[in-house]
């Protein structure tokens, strides 16, 4: 059964930085994308940054503040990092890692709560 695992989520003060970590287990292939979304309350899960056959992309919101990578050996190649940096208080939102498989299916981790304070 694939599973993602989220870590890094917390409180900081708007300025700061976070990482969040995310790693697939439970299958033998390589995911074709790895990325984070996030919800905040009241509003639709929104597309925060993405990676796709080794490109990146960012939601307009995050572009030049987070940036997201992805483990390249053997063990940690279903493993996606999110570096945020000045973090404001609209980023506070529950983060969820999405993974989709080489058979087009789609995987969501259980979210991550990141809150920024002014």
């Known amino acids: 059964q694939v599973q993602l695992v989220e870590s890094g989520g917390g409180l900081v003060q708007a300025g700061g930085s976070l990482t969040l970590s995310c790693t697939g287990s439970?299958?033998?292939?390589?995911?074709?994308?790895m990325g984070w979304y996030r919800q905040a309350p009241g509003k639709e899960r929104e597309m925060v940054a993405i990676w796709r056959n080794g490109r990146t992309g960012y939601g307009d919101s995050v572009q030049g503040r987070f940036t997201i990578s992805r483990g390249n050996a053997k063990d940690t190649v279903n493993t996606v990092n999110l570096q945020m940096n000045s973090l404001n208080v609209e980023d506070t939102a529950v983060y969820y890692c999405?993974?989709?498989?080489?058979?087009?299916?789609?995987?969501w981790g259980q979210g991550t709560q990141v809150t920024v304070s002014s």
């Open positions: 999405y993974a989709k498989s080489v058979q087009a299916r789609e995987y």
């Open positions: 439970g299958t033998r292939y390589i995911f074709n994308e």
